[in-house]
């Protein structure tokens, strides 16, 4: 009976959602034939849309999967802009979808569907990821094989679907192979852990006991905690190292090392791919060469600060106070920031020429124009890292704070332009982990969401911005 009611509500929710978001599709369709970087998109697409898959425009730098599902469309539809941007309209259907049986596992003793679906919508009409499902570009269907690949890894049945999805994703965006690294370290990393809690562990009993003793094979289960600290990690790897991994073999299901096995294909797949191509990125190699650039993880606090703000408001207080009890981490992190922008704060020639982005608004009206605003930003830095430790509290196990630390470093330090875009998969996967969320909160998040959407589609359908290089009007997106 329930389980009933939970589909009624998602089909009649994921209905309402597509007939509102038509509409402004409809208009989005109306006001501009080429969004931006459509420019290279659509051509691209219309070609692998009629079964021409000899063009390549070289200027393309992602894998070409987007157009690979436009192929799938040119079968059945005719191949113009109008069809091309609608996949992206159904995957984000699909998205809501996967985000309501996402959110289903993780708090699955939750009977309140409609709480369940509520987040669900507003993580679907996440402003620039609602924006882009509107548009013909990547991101879209990218979240939605990330989502696929992460909702099978939840229940680890699929293994041939956990394969296809994984490759799929990195198909849609090369970036994402550190989403699925990121599924392995934390698997692995469990597993680790877990394996090394047992009789004989002398880095964690006190009672030593031989390597070779018999009860040294069963799991010491009042080691076993429900969220471990680096300290685990540590007393982990010194064991594993001093056994060889015998112990973690041992401990090893046949069901565990086939999942293992299914992403450690993927990821020597992408391995290969790059070691052939000389690369991660095809075509334009110039335009996306890696550099070290920090400062990219302090504005994704602020993006944390701004689509997560009911959730810092809801912990404001707490996280105030965790702040007055942590006082030498909070001088240290200050102490850190500081050095951080001083010495690595770059800025792209696209950054401050290209004024039809949200962020060359961010960066004139206050980054690059008061000489020492990259410094008065750093006490914001500080406070919002403390609150997405705060909000992250009851569920921030190493296994999966370790990994998720570095895959945020790799997918978002090594870029020189502020985007947007690359910082939505790394906040959906922190605001997936956020303590279960009350109703004041979702309620808060869904409504902020709205109105910064309804504010960014105003400014999109109404503010014109003319590009000398350009016969048509250019709009400003996120
Ligand atoms: C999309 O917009 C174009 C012109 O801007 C219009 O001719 C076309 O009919 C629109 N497509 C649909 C399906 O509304």
Same mark, same amino acid.
């Given at each position: 009976?329930?389980?009933?009611?939970?589909?009624?509500? %998602?089909?009649?929710?994921?209905? #309402?959602?597509?007939?509102?978001? *038509?509409? /402004?599709?409809?208009? @989005?369709?109306? $006001? !501009?034939?080429?969004?931006?970087?459509?420019?290279?998109?659509?051509?691209?697409?219309?070609?692998?849309?009629?079964?021409?898959?000899?063009?390549?425009?070289?200027?393309?730098?992602?894998?070409?999967?987007?157009?690979?599902?436009?192929?799938?469309?040119?079968?059945?539809?005719?191949?113009?802009?109008?069809?091309?941007?609608?996949?992206?309209?159904?995957?984000?259907?699909?998205?809501?979808?996967?985000?309501?049986?996402? %959110?289903?596992?993780?708090?699955? #003793?939750?009977?309140?569907?409609? *709480?369940? /679906?509520?987040?669900? @919508?507003?993580? $679907? !009409?996440?402003?620039?990821?609602?924006?882009?499902?509107?548009?013909?570009?990547?991101?879209?269907?990218?979240?939605?094989?990330?989502?696929?690949?992460?909702?099978?890894?939840?229940?680890?049945?699929?293994?041939?679907?956990?394969?296809?999805?994984?490759?799929?994703?990195?198909?849609?965006?090369?970036?994402?192979?550190?989403?699925?690294?990121?599924?392995?370290?934390?698997?692995?990393?469990?597993?680790?852990?877990?394996?090394?809690?047992?009789?004989?562990?002398?880095?964690?009993?006190?009672?030593?006991?031989?390597?070779?003793?018999?009860?040294?094979?069963?799991?010491?289960?009042?080691?076993?905690?429900?969220?471990?600290?680096?300290?685990?990690?540590?007393?982990?790897?010194?064991?594993?190292?001093?056994?060889?991994?015998?112990?973690?073999?041992?401990?090893?299901?046949?069901?565990?090392?086939?999942?293992?096995?299914?992403?450690?294909?993927?990821?020597?797949?992408?391995?290969?791919?790059?070691?052939?191509?000389?690369?991660?990125?095809?075509?334009?190699?110039?335009?996306?060469?890696?550099?070290?650039?920090?400062?990219?993880?302090?504005?994704?606090?602020?993006?944390?600060?701004?689509?997560?703000?009911?959730?810092?408001?809801?912990?404001?207080?707490?996280?105030?106070?965790?702040?007055?009890?942590?006082?030498?981490?909070?001088?240290?992190?200050?102490?850190?920031?500081?050095?951080?922008?001083?010495?690595?704060?770059?800025?792209?020639?696209?950054?401050?020429?290209?004024?039809?982005?949200?962020?060359?608004?961010?960066?004139?009206?206050?980054?690059?124009?008061?000489?020492?605003?990259?410094?008065?930003?750093?006490?914001?830095?500080?406070?919002?890292?403390?609150?997405?430790?705060?909000?992250?509290?009851?569920?921030?196990?190493?296994?999966?704070?370790?990994?998720?630390?570095?895959?945020?470093?790799?997918?978002?330090?090594?870029?020189?332009?502020?985007?947007?875009?690359?910082?939505?998969?790394?906040?959906?996967?922190?605001?997936?982990?956020?303590?279960?969320?009350?109703?004041?909160?979702?309620?808060?998040?869904?409504?902020?969401?709205?109105?910064?959407?309804?504010?960014?589609?105003?400014?999109?359908?109404?503010?014109?911005?003319?590009?000398?290089?350009?016969?048509?009007?250019?709009?400003?997106?996120?």
């Amino acid at each position: 009976m329930g389980l009933a009611n939970y589909h009624l509500l %998602l089909f009649g929710q994921v209905i #309402s959602y597509f007939l509102a978001s *038509k509409l /402004i599709f409809d208009k @989005v369709n109306e $006001t !501009i034939n080429i969004v931006i970087d459509e420019y290279f998109h659509i051509p691209q697409g219309i070609a692998y849309c009629n079964g021409n898959y000899s063009y390549w425009d070289p200027k393309i730098t992602t894998l070409p999967g987007l157009y690979l599902v436009s192929s799938v469309v040119g079968t059945y539809f005719k191949c113009n802009t109008y069809n091309l941007r609608f996949v992206n309209l159904i995957a984000s259907c699909v998205n809501l979808v996967l985000f309501s049986s996402i %959110l289903r596992f993780v708090y699955f #003793s939750d009977r309140n569907h409609m *709480k369940i /679906i509520l987040q669900a @919508v507003s993580l $679907t !009409i996440l402003p620039p990821l609602y924006f882009f499902s509107h548009v013909y570009y990547t991101d879209v269907l990218s979240v939605t094989f990330l989502l696929l690949f992460s909702r099978l890894c939840l229940t680890n049945r699929y293994i041939f679907m956990i394969l296809i999805s994984g490759v799929s994703s990195i198909m849609m965006r090369q970036t994402n192979v550190v989403w699925i690294a990121m599924v392995f370290g934390h698997k692995l990393l469990d597993l680790l852990i877990k394996s090394s809690r047992v009789f004989g562990n002398q880095y964690i009993n006190d009672v030593r006991l031989s390597k070779r003793s018999l009860i040294a094979k069963d799991v010491d289960k009042s080691k076993l905690k429900r969220y471990y600290g680096l300290k685990d990690v540590y007393f982990a790897a010194k064991y594993h190292l001093s056994t060889g991994l015998t112990t973690f073999f041992k401990f090893l299901t046949f069901h565990d090392a086939t999942i293992l096995f299914t992403h450690l294909m993927i990821l020597s797949g992408f391995v290969a791919f790059v070691y052939y191509n000389g690369s991660i990125v095809v075509g334009d190699k110039t335009a996306h060469e890696a550099t070290l650039h920090l400062p990219q993880l302090l504005y994704f606090l602020l993006f944390y600060g701004v689509f997560g703000l009911p959730y810092v408001v809801n912990r404001l207080k707490s996280t105030l106070k965790l702040m007055y009890r942590q006082k030498i981490l909070v001088l240290l992190s200050i102490l850190v920031f500081i050095l951080t922008v001083h010495f690595n704060t770059l800025v792209h020639p696209y950054l401050v020429a290209d004024n039809r982005h949200f962020t060359f608004y961010v960066w004139n009206r206050w980054f690059g124009k008061y000489e020492n605003a990259i410094y008065l930003t750093v006490p914001v830095y500080v406070f919002l890292l403390f609150s997405i430790y705060d909000n992250l509290r009851e569920q921030n196990c190493i296994s999966f704070l370790l990994p998720y630390t570095i895959c945020l470093v790799l997918s978002l330090a090594l870029q020189k332009l502020i985007e947007i875009r690359y910082f939505l998969v790394p906040y959906i996967v922190l605001r997936l982990r956020f303590a279960r969320p009350s109703h004041m909160v979702i309620l808060s998040e869904f409504l902020w969401y709205i109105l910064i959407n309804a504010a960014a589609f105003h400014v999109f359908f109404n503010k014109e911005v003319m590009w000398k290089d350009f016969d048509y009007v250019q709009r400003i997106i996120w």
